[in-house]
């Protein structure tokens, strides 16, 4: 009796989580901008209430995708979230694909997508310090003459440094 409880907790779970993250996905495709920000905005209740590796992950590969295919604004908005969902981000699996998603963004010719891509590898530290093409990324953009995107390289270097294994 208890292990079916148990079950159907778990399944309940489950669904309400898919809804959840339905409903975020929703307000993601609006056309409008404010809708976007504010369900960016409520992944981070999503992240908290179901703080499971499946949404996590599930999450972060629609976030990396606005970020990919949306406008600064929208960037700077996933970026926050991702500042403020640190203890998260170690249960996103498929680190590769957003990382894969993040860096079409390097090769734009707007300095400040490329200083918030910059900003979000270094954010994301913690699961990318392995990744040899974010290190290559960011160490070519330190050679940058735009300050937003050099500030945004030595922000990434430093949040880097701290969460490689070397002292």
């Keep these: ?10 399944q309940d779970m489950r669904q309400q989580a898919n809804t959840a ?9 609006s056309k409008v901008v404010g ?12 992240f908290d209430r179901f ?30 979230l991702t500042q403020r969902s640190i203890g998260h981000l170690e249960k ?14 390097t090769h734009s010719n707007d300095p400040v997508a490329r200083a918030l891509t910059l900003r979000m590898f270094g954010s994301l530290a913690s699961i990318v310090s392995e990744r040899k093409n974010v290190h290559q990324c960011v160490s070519a953009s330190l050679k940058t003459h735009d300050r937003i995107e050099l500030e945004a390289a030595i922000f990434a270097t430093n949040k880097l440094c701290e969460s490689s294994g070397y002292t």
């Design 1 to 10: 009796m208890a292990r079916f409880q148990a079950n159907s907790f778990s």
């Design 21 to 29: 993250l339905m409903e975020l996905d929703k307000g993601l495709r």
């Design 35 to 46: 809708e976007q920000c504010e369900s960016i905005l409520r992944f981070e209740s999503l």
């Design 51 to 80: 703080p499971f590796p499946i949404v996590i992950n599930s999450a972060y590969l629609k976030l990396s995708d606005v970020f990919r295919e949306g406008t600064n604004f929208l960037r700077l908005c996933v970026w926050k």
């Design 92 to 105: 996103i699996m498929n680190i590769d694909e957003v990382v894969k998603r993040l860096f079409s963004v």
